[in-house]
């Protein structure tokens, strides 16, 4: 992988891991336009690392946030912040069972699958179509919803359903605020990124032989900053509404993944 590739991919991680348009299913297009269909699986490190990096994008853009939640789990109170981390351990659950049990049948799912992926693309944008036409309500989340929208994320593990589109969509259309619901839904992805990140390093799957760490930083740099500006707008664009012209994109995208797919 060359310096630019890993910028190019680096900034693809990094805003469509926070815009609505399914990050996975970029990194599979980009791939492809980029004379492979295996760019983001050839290096475990450059998966980490560029996870890493939007993991700790959302920890800067929350850490106010963060900071009280951790405040209220230290000090043992059942407070809003307490109530808040406990749904996003619910939240977890459906991700966490997927990953856990049907590991192997996800990995098929990606590695080229361009019809798959422009398919799932057009399922984020009615979701969002819908999610853009509902009103805002004022309500937090509750216990009930937050494992709804955990299934939500659940199903966004698969290529070409945004995670953010689809837990963001999810908790608007079941009458939670729009503010409240993207900042759900960028800090319940918080553990379960770490945690993966966690698992592949106690794991001894990662590899530092022949790697380019000069490559690697530049992916880092690129996913952190890009992820930095994505998450910062994305939770303006929800608050206003905004959300039409990412269901309009990733219905071209998607039709165009489609016919490229169909046509090679």
């Given at each position: ?34 004379g ?5 699986e ?10 890493f990096?939007?993991a ?15 405040q ?11 109530q ?65 929208v ?19 969509s ?13 900042r ?18 106690l794991?001894g ?24 500006f ?7 664009l929800?608050k ?25």
């Amino acid at each position: 992988m060359t310096t630019f590739e890993a910028i190019i991919l680096g900034i693809v991680q990094g805003l469509t891991e926070f815009l609505p348009v399914s990050s996975s299913g970029h990194l599979e297009i980009a791939a492809v336009l980029l004379g492979s269909t295996s760019l983001p699986e050839e290096s475990l490190l450059f998966t980490v690392v560029v996870h890493f990096a939007t993991a700790l994008s959302t920890i800067v853009v929350f850490r106010k946030d963060i900071g009280r939640i951790l405040q209220g789990l230290l000090r043992f109170q059942w407070n809003e912040e307490t109530q808040f981390s406990l749904k996003i351990i619910l939240s977890m659950i459906p991700a966490v069972i997927i990953g856990l049990f049907f590991e192997q049948e996800l990995e098929q799912l990606f590695g080229g699958k361009i019809v798959l992926v422009g398919s799932m693309l057009l399922v984020t944008a009615m979701l969002l179509f819908l999610a853009d036409k509902a009103k805002s309500t004022g309500k937090p989340v509750s216990t009930g919803q937050a494992v709804i929208v955990g299934l939500a994320q659940a199903v966004a593990m698969l290529p070409g359903i945004s995670r953010s589109g689809a837990t963001i969509s999810t908790s608007v259309l079941l009458g939670i605020d729009k503010e409240k619901a993207a900042r759900f839904s960028f800090l319940m992805v918080l553990p379960l990124i770490i945690g993966k990140i966690g698992k592949d390093i106690l794991d001894g799957a990662l590899t530092y032989e022949n790697e380019n760490f000069g490559v690697m930083a530049a992916a880092f740099a690129a996913a952190f900053l890009a992820g930095l500006f994505a998450c910062s707008w994305m939770i303006q664009l929800v608050k206003k509404s905004k959300l039409t012209i990412f269901a309009v994109y990733c219905v071209v995208v998607g039709l165009i993944a489609i016919l490229g797919g169909l046509m090679t």
